[in-house]
């Protein structure tokens, strides 16, 4: 507690979030957590818990990951923070939310801790979640679909060796256009293989009910050779 003049400041609690997406059977998926403890015990939860009082909210948010869902070695990016007075019911907790995009096959998930389990649920089926999890979930979907369209990032979602139909699936999944409409395949598929960042690796598709298609790979190299040269990724 402080004290400044006549008046007494109590220090605000401080928690990190992440919201962790992946991609998988033409989805985009996000990592929850169900509660094991108040308050809302038994409710679906972004990956989260309180930083230590001496701890930097970057390592925080790794060791929640963790601690919770037992991924480790994710790249965290910081997207904002969430003061509402009111979004903790036990008191004043300001959040920061950190976001991530993997492969969903490259990490084992396991609940400890206090989470009572861990779960992959689809976008499009996420239930009404803990405290103001809906609204943070929306805070960084926006911003992986603004950075989709001008950075290559899409492709940690992808494995090595994918064809021009998962790379279409996963845009449209992301930025999500309306119902009774779908990214134009002919113009994507153009305007991927202009930018010149993928490798024909001369191999097509195994083990398919349909016609085999060709496999690409990302070439990451190339893509910083470009930037550093004035190109910009703009899909």
């Not at 220090?11 to 094991?36: M, P």
């Not at 992959?120 to 009404?128: A, G, T, V």
Request: aromatic share 12%; proline share 6%; with cysteine.
């Amino acid at each position: 507690m402080f004290e400044f003049g006549e008046e007494r400041f109590f220090t605000s609690a401080i928690t990190v979030d992440n919201v962790i997406f992946g991609f998988d059977d033409g989805e985009i998926k996000i990592l929850l957590i169900k509660r094991g403890t108040t308050p809302f015990k038994g409710k679906w939860a972004l990956p989260g818990d309180f930083a230590h009082p001496d701890e930097d909210l970057d390592f925080a948010s790794a060791r929640v990951l963790k601690e919770l869902t037992g991924l480790s070695n994710v790249y965290l990016e910081q997207v904002q923070s969430f003061g509402h007075p009111n979004r903790h019911p036990d008191g004043r907790v300001i959040t920061v939310a950190y976001f991530s995009l993997i492969k969903i096959s490259d990490f084992a998930l396991q609940a400890s801790g206090w989470a009572s389990g861990a779960q992959w649920m689809s976008l499009k089926d996420i239930p009404e979640l803990a405290f103001d999890h809906n609204e943070i979930l929306d805070a960084c979907f926006s911003k992986l679909q603004r950075r989709v369209r001008v950075q290559p990032i899409g492709f940690e979602l992808l494995p090595p060796k994918f064809t021009l139909t998962d790379l279409q699936q996963l845009y449209h999944a992301i930025l999500l256009p309306p119902p009774d409409k779908s990214i134009d395949k002919r113009n994507f598929r153009k305007k991927i293989l202009a930018m010149d960042l993928l490798i024909d690796l001369n191999e097509l598709q195994e083990g398919v009910a349909h016609r085999p298609a060709k496999l690409y790979r990302f070439d990451p190299s190339k893509y910083r050779k470009l930037v550093e040269s004035g190109f910009s990724f703009e899909v």
